[in-house]
């Protein structure tokens, strides 16, 4: 049966691969991004690509009263709504001690607040029609420890604690919740400083280098959609993929001191690898 599906941070990465994948499923989608128009972009190719449909909409999930509106429209025009997919976010990387407090501001107003104005929009939509299926999109950065992505892994964090215990509730009312936590995922994200107004810090520009030595081979935005979809269809409480990043969650649960360890050679290769102006702001 061909679902009605919203996607915030739709326009690449990993809700662009997931927006396909829905769409490809036979499923109607609103590609939501506040990047315009990478969202008209996206929606365009899938819509052509088919069997499903797609539109494009511009939405700042900062912004509560947008997300809302936008899950109003669609539940108006297509009458329900069966999957909420709070994707969009943005990582800033970096020693917390180089971290200006609007870097951890922006991160929680994207990765935190984003995801829980979404929350706020669809359930209450999925409470009235007794179905629905909320996705959020976390990280194994909130599994285990992820030094110098502190507020990333914060706010990452929180997304699963709101997923696990929001499930719990949900289930009576016939909605249910997934949280996805991918390992180092291939996409734009990587090659990205962090927000444009914001200072740079000394990860910028060393992102993919930084986490090769986590994963060495990252993950495909394709491959991690399939496995979305399939959480979904089993009603999975996490989808933790590739399978190095469930290696990685189980070796944290049972073996902390050694993920202690190999974060410790972790930091002080990286430190090592920074041209030397960027090692100093560190000292």
Known sequence: MSRVAVVTGAASGIGRALASALVTRGDTVAVADIDGEGAERAAGELARRGPGT???????????????AL???????????????????????????????????????????????????AYPVMIAQRSGHIVNTASLADLVP???????????????????????????????????????????????????????????????????????????????????????????????APASARVAYYLWRYAPLAVNRMNARQLARSRAALPAHQTARLT
Not at 54 to 68: E, H
């Open 54 to 68: 797609a539109a494009s909409t511009v939405v700042d999930v900062r912004d509560a009263g947008t997300v809302r």
């Open 146 to 240: 992820a030094p110098w992505l502190t507020p990333y892994a914060m706010t990452k964090h929180a997304v699963v604690g709101l997923s696990l215990s929001l499930r719990a509730e949900a289930a009576a009312h016939g909605v249910r919740v997934t949280a996805v936590c991918p390992g180092v995922v291939d996409t734009p994200m990587l090659d990205t400083a962090g927000p444009d107004d914001l200072p740079t810090t000394a990860l910028s520009g060393q992102v993919r280098e930084f986490f090769r030595h986590v994963q060495p081979r990252f993950y495909a935005a394709d491959q991690l959609a399939q496995d979305i979809i399939r959480g979904i269809g089993r009603n999975a409480a996490l989808v933790i």
């Open 71 to 121: 899950v109003e429209q669609v539940r108006d025009q297509h009458g329900r709504l069966d999957v909420m997919v709070n994707n969009a976010g943005i990582g800033v990387g970096g020693e917390a001690s180089e971290l200006t407090l609007a870097h951890w501001e922006r991160v929680i107003d994207v990765n935190l607040r984003g995801v829980l104005h979404g929350v706020h929009a």
